[in-house]
């Protein structure tokens, strides 16, 4: 829900999720346009697309994708070619061949240990390009570490998250979520609990639903104090 001065916008969203890196810049975009945009909290939330993942298993992108989807490794390539041209018109380079595909789990994890320490939206960020630009294994301990450490966050704390399994149950709180508000696939974005925009829609989309929402958001906010005027006295000395 949204906090006393500020309207959220909840993005449920996966790391490996080419869409949701794309979804992102198109929203970003909105919010530069946004007149009102002081008035809106971000709060990232955890999706996986495929719990099921085991990290380690040695295929590419292209043949996950065709032994997920039941089609033939070329259409594979071709999906996502074409989702890397659209990435770049954006200034997002994707290098689906270099993806490391890998549980996302743990790095959902290491999303919401920087959302304490109000870095969620560095912690987005950085993973996106970690796993579609740079061909990282968020999967790997060395690496959450190291890239959590890139965002600001203390070491000792992240020693302790790839160490345990803490913020496994706010993982499971977001999906578990999702799946209560009907969420079927990501990006998906929540306007103040009022308004759902479903897929990395074009910034135009996003600005009218802020536009909608925020002012709907205001219309319900206290105007201030009604006062009613009396015999005071000021700091002017006056009585």
Sequence with gaps: MSTANKMKVEIWSDIMCPWCYIGKRRFEAAMEQFPDAGSVEIEWHSFQLDPTI?????DNL?????????IPYEQAEQMNNQVTGLAATLGLTYNMEQAVVANSFDAHRLIQLAKKHQL???????????YF??????????????????????EGVLNELVGSQ???AEVRHDIDEAEALGIRGVPFFVFDRKY??????????????????????????PSGLEIIEGQTCGPDGDC
């Design 166 to 168: 803490v913020f496994t």
């Design 120 to 130: 969620g939206d560095a912690a987005e960020e950085r993973l996106f390009k970690a």
């Design 196 to 221: 759902g925009v479903s897929g990395a829609q074009a910034s135009e989309t996003f600005l009218e639903v802020l536009g909608k929402s925020v002012a709907e958001w205001k219309s319900t906010q």
């Design 133 to 154: 630009t740079e061909g990282k294994d968020f999967s790997n301990p060395d690496t959450l570490v190291a890239l959590g450490k890139e965002i600001g966050l203390e």
């Design 62 to 70: 292209y043949t996950y994708l065709s032994k997920r989807k039941g």
């Design 54 to 58: 085991e990290s380690g298993h040695g």
